[in-house]
């Protein structure tokens, strides 16, 4: 009876490894054929980020940083065009210049505020807002941050 008690706990430890998530699964369409993310990246020390797509009619390109404790999160445009009334703009190498910038300094200067000053005439619609639903970069690289945020599942 032992024997079957300890291969049925491994048997779930071994189920439950292969069905974690990934940050390769959070690739996803967000709007039917024209929208979605792709690129999630644990940057360390609680901190994920991904890019944001969209092409109906115009195309669009940004990013969306997450601090996965406090669900902060930075987003922007790097990139549109014919999205409106608005000029198009690329201006995404820019964007990952400021990126990189503070994520290869010390994390206690690289704020979401700060970093937003610098992408000030390099982004648009720059927003800092704060998720109570975990992302799902967050799930896969840092579960045990996710606090009291409602917690992500993969649809499928």
């Known amino acids: 009876m032992r024997n ?18 990934t940050l390769a699964d959070c690739k996803r369409t967000t709007h039917v054929s024209h929208g979605g993310e792709f690129g999630h990246t644990d940057l360390g020390e609680g901190r994920v980020m991904w890019t944001d797509w969209w092409s109906q009619e115009g195309t669009a390109k940004g990013f969306a940083l997450v601090e996965c404790a406090s669900g902060e999160m930075l987003r922007f445009w790097s990139a549109e065009e014919n999205m409106g009334r608005r000029s198009a ?4 190498d820019d964007a990952l210049e400021v990126l990189e910038r503070h994520q290869s300094g010390a994390r206690v ?18 927003a800092i807002t704060t998720q109570t639903d975990e992302t799902c970069a967050c799930a896969a690289a840092y579960p045990a941050l996710r606090g009291e945020k409602t917690e992500f599942m993969l649809a499928g």
């Open 4 to 21: 079957v008690a300890i291969i049925s706990t491994a048997a779930m430890l071994i189920a439950g490894q292969a069905s974690a998530l």
């Open 89 to 92: 703009f690329d201006r995404t």
């Open 109 to 126: 200067f690289a704020t979401f505020e700060r970093i937003a000053a610098d992408l000030e005439f390099i982004a648009r619609d720059i």
